[in-house]
């Protein structure tokens, strides 16, 4: 844990005094803005991978990938900007004949709400950390950042930091535009501070939980977007086991141990047909190699969650993994998660412990099975989020089950259907339910692998997230834009998107005009 | 107060059952309905208006626009269904040369978020109650209404129902699309029932806070989206006094008389320069006609505020207006808005007696006065809302403490600059500061008559909102509607707007194809 002491009060004061010049800058400029610091961070590649290397274990090719996604998404918001559709332009002209009474000159635009306070997550160091989506979108919007590190990869933070600061300060952005901080009461003092006017999360329901009520009961409340847990469940019809079960028993393997299983989208749950998968799973899943989780704390919260799960009296264990061995500060989930700064992507909250410890041996996946109408009875524990390379096996004899199954969800980031042209009746019944509980449903895919993308949504109802938004994907910016309507203002007065000659040249939408 | 019994059970579980084939519905149906009962309230219009003239104690003329309006608003609704742009469907083709690797097809589209909890308001008995517009944006959205009727107006909201309900049930929307109920108990049940998706409330900043608490404390907290407080600051600059100072007095006190003041865009503020109105607003305040505040609680709380406004030692009463009287069970306005049930748009709760008391003798405005010197030390008094025909001057001798006075305050609804060509330099800085804190921005006008067009906001930084969302216009769909992602499914499987066929004939956006 760093020991670097943090001038909050001095962050909050520029923050505050760079969301006005920040805010009214034209987008396209803001896009250049986002473009030099997606440049600097690739320019600095050779240094930061080393670092995110050592902090937190994950390998080269997918740290590189990672830093990929995090400049393009840079870039992809660089093209929202500059096209500047996103403003929501409304333009309503004056209508003497408007039946609630005459209508003067209505102009409408989107505008940001000011600074926003991003929790890092732990299990992405680059696409959700410093430099991530939500400081991306927040930065796009027009919104100053304040930054809560995450301990987990303290070096990477603050080069990367250091990197964004430097590259937007010779952008041009106003001082006070992007800043890192540390620690647990500097983020609580920042969330409640009236200059804060959002706050964005990725991480652990019990954190992310305990930084909204936080945020709910300010003087003012603000908006929280809180990505938290979801166990993305995956269901198989019969039809579809017959037709292609090895191929999907395969990729489900690949998509639940992918990154050690610390992905917030990891298919925690599998309902199968009683009897097609087990043996071919077994095969499957033993004998993996151990791959090395993020660090300690997410050990401990990991091995406290599947000994819940491998001691649940309905539970079998098809596939015993190495559990993880964990040093004496270690406790379970909740004792860690307990402290809302050391949020974390991943259920667990990282202590004074870094990477360098026993998580480092590595675990071997784990296999669990139970019948569904033992499910049934305790969803509650049986679908719970295990962030590691664990996941539950669901076998079922009656299809009709699989709707009853979906409707004892709760909110989640995805769900997924395995299916073939024969089970439309069932599929449709199937994505009918699902639809009302997940952010996106999938079909004949896997989870992992969230494609930044226009179309994208990353969200969903409760826990899944604490909004009606995405934190993935272009779209997540509305979360930190809010309407202003201009009436009758002369033209000399109104903000450039609102003026009839367009000097921005936005798309805009006109009425009575 | 109704001594109906209501089963919000039965209600509950009725809008839940409606939900998905409610939602499901093409919106070009949905937009049949909202006309067939905008056509029904017309036709009943004979009945439901003397029935609101007796309740409400509100003059023909006003009820008879409001219903206007409200009829008006649910054929805008439909105008906006039709089009179908609200659905914000987005295509993002495959591409397997994506920069964050192979991109499946995405489909993202807007769909309801299901059963809606509204609170009517006392002050709009047609256009802020049953069928008033988070009714109307709700039904337009996909979304089951439980609707919290007003007490203030209990056989209207009765009768109203009755339309609405047999008008959707003709028009072949599912049971339980429409309900009313009565009752704070019910209200609190209701709101923290986990078939409750969202909530929607017009009223004080007392009970709308404690509405929201109960929302945000939920199990799966939802969205509630309350309007409520708001003090409308008025800004008039030197050379817009010597322009057009008898234009504007007049002005000023027909919008802050207006409804005898029981609206929340009612200008609470006016700042002027020293000298320049205080005669000829003596004038014009002076011998008005007493005109009816809506109900006991409303007067009780208009008389609270009023006379610790007037009793202020830096408030002089220019023209003190007439107090209303009140039985013995009225309190002050925090005894009644701790009841969330009786929530309403005048700062007060209605308790068990209806307009036939001492608030039908009628009120007439008063006029007080402050300088700014002493308005800044204590806007945390002086910037109150006053929810009766009262508006407070706030006199200045130098023009730069208008700019400290925007800086001192809260959220608003609206703020207004009246303003000549040579003020340019102090109206650009002022709007900078105004448009940080509300949700309309207004020019050489009066925020009351709030036009229900796309361009409008109602809505703005808390207290004024709970949300970043209007509660007027189009774009207030948005309230009750959350994005979903189709990943890679078969063409039979996707609902109407995301098929490659367009069935819906939606306008959408397309990427990579």
Partial sequence: MSTVTTDIEGLLAAAAAAARPFGALAPATRATMLRAVADALDAAAETLIPVAMRETRLPEPRLRGELVRTTF????FAELLDDGGYLQVTLDAPDPAWPT??????RRMLIPVGPVLV???????????VAGGDTAAALAAGCPVLLKAHPGHPELSRRTAAVVVDALAAAGAPTGTMALFEGDEQARAALVDPRVRAGAFTGSEHAGRLLFDLAATRDEPIPFYAEMGSVNPVFVTEAAAAARGPEI????????TLGTGQFCTKPGLLFVPAGAAEADLVKLVTGRPATPLLGERIAAGYRHTLGMLADHPAVRVLVAGTEPTTGPTAGGPTAGAVTPAGATADGVTPGGVTADGAAADGVTPTLLATGIADWLRDPGVLAVECFGPTSLLVTYD???????????LGGQLTATVHGEDTDDVLAADLLAELRERVGRVLWNGWPTGVSVSPAMTHGGPYPATTSLHTSVGTTSITRFLRPVTYQSLPARLLPEPLRDDNPWGIPRHRYGV
Same sequence: chains 1, 2.
């Fill in 101 to 106: 009474g005459p209508r003067p000159d209505l």
């Fill in 119 to 129: 929790f890092a997550a732990s299990n992405f160091p680059f696409a959700f950390s």
């Fill in 398 to 408: 009656d299809p009709a089950d699989l709707l009853t199954a979906a409707r004892a």
């Fill in 73 to 76: 998404q840079l870039r992809l």
């Fill in 249 to 256: 028993w395969a990729g489900y393997v690949e998509s639940f």
